[in-house]
């Protein structure tokens, strides 16, 4: 039974007569056997994850890292290594039928439509394959296409559509049988800007239906305007797991200082003040045109490190709050394009 | 329901692509000149009892041609295509999918019976007679599903092989042999005609001649059986070594690779 609103508690359904998580993962390993050309690799090493109800969980980590291997996992296209997976408390493997009917999946990229027919005829297909009856199925696709902004391409061959257009057929299709959770991979890849703030409504709709979302994504302010709590994954291994708003507080610090100065020779003795913990290029400015973020060693350094900035006739420096790419940054690392 | 729904979406599908890309039921131009090629042995030789062969022939072939095409290169497009991996999160059985579409095929490849005796009556000025036109439905019906049922299981079988073409050529002209697709199984070595029996075409080929030209057709119920039958075997085949497959897909991560 699910119920989904008054028998909600904690962020969990009512499932079987009790309370269950959307999806937990527990100590989950994954391995890719040893080929003849490939090594053995660990992709997924004793991770573990919950997701409550109607949450967004971003899941995020550079390329390589394990998130395309989790998302498969807990949606039945992988089996673990070891560990338990369930999601409305079936398990992976031994209830897999029971998941697939609850999940919907939408991977990222080009690949896993049928470019020759049309938008309404994969929704049609894929509709099918969850046993949705022809009238509702024409009445949900339609809807869909139009929920997607597609309506007026849906006997449109997919072969035609753009890169967006096709990402958000994707979308469509992996909520052609109203999944209760949604596994998304990097899903407005390819996306304009506009159809991206569309996309963040869309899943805020979702969630406030009840559904719950792991959204696999690289883009930051996708996942600190979406997400309530978010998982950093690298080299297999969860580095965060929290709730968005206070990741930062990874950092160990809550504030930071944001400042414009072109003199180089300045910004490499600030960074060598022992009240200051680090100083980079501004996030999305690269630092070329000067301008920094300083972080403090701890919160009572902030205002040390402010007054040796004004000492200096820094008079840009303003108060600010880490992001969550610097978190991401910090704890990943540059590692450039190295996977 | 469900099974059927999954066997309606493979047809519909399937149909689908075939509007979208009709060069998919190219073996209907070839079928009446492979007709021609029969007939004009059969009438040259003035061997007037294998004109029926003659028609028979062609749209046997065309159909076993399709659906090997269809068997061999199915699961490597979807795996290509990403597919594969989004059909594995779903609850659909992968193998009535799979033998929906091939049974779109294989019933659109049935023209080439129509186009075979078109060409004996307007080209050769031959008519061959439908003696038993119930009996010729039927066994029609027969040969499409047991041919369905068959190139599912090939389908799963070629699933993790990379020379796809290789086999796909190797089964079609021995299986016209074997099958008595070409001449008539009392044409072969006695030798050959055991491992013949084991191939679902040659009862088949045998059902649509008694049809045709038979005045009262002999061992009909055997020849439904076991053309029947032997399909039904290699779809069950089929159906255990997907889930096998499928098994192996998801342990080893493969189901992504091209």
Known sequence: MWVPEAGRARGAWIERGRDVLAVDVQNLTRRYARTRRTPEVLALDDVSLQITAGEVHGLLGPNGAGKTTLVKVISTVLLPSSGVVRVLGHDVVQEARAVRELVGVVFGGERGLYTRVSARRNLYFWGALYGLRHREMESRCLALLDRVGLAGHADVPVETFSRGMKQRLHLARGLVHEPRVLFLDEPTSGMDPAAALEFRTLIRELTNEGRSVLLATHDMAEAEALCSNVTLIDGGKVLLSDRTATAA????????????????????????????????????????????????????????????????????????????SEVYLRLVGARGLRI | MRPLAELGAGIRLQAALIRGAPAQLLVLVTAPLFSAIFLSLAVSEGATARVAAAVIGPGLMSLWLIALSIAATFLSEERFGGRLELFLSTPASLSLVVLGRILAVSVASMLAFAESWLVARYGFGVVVPVRHPGLVVIALLITALSSSFTATLLSSAFVLSRILHVYQNSLSYPVYILGGVVVPLSGLPGWLQPVSRVIYLSWCADLLRNALEAVRPQDVGLDIGMGLGLGALALAASVLLTRHILDALRRNATAGMA
Not at chain 1, 291 to 316: K, Q, Y
């Open chain 1, 249 to 324: 507080g990874m950092l160990g610090v809550r504030e930071c200082v944001d400042f414009e100065l072109a003199d180089e020779d300045l910004v490499q003795l600030l960074r060598k003040q022992p009240f200051v913990a680090s100083v980079e290029p501004s996030a999305g400015e690269g630092g070329v045109d000067g301008r920094w973020r300083a972080l403090p060693v701890a919160p009572e350094a902030l205002r040390e490190l402010l007054g040796w900035l004004v000492e200096r006739d820094v008079l840009s420096a303003r108060r600010a709050e880490p992001s969550l």
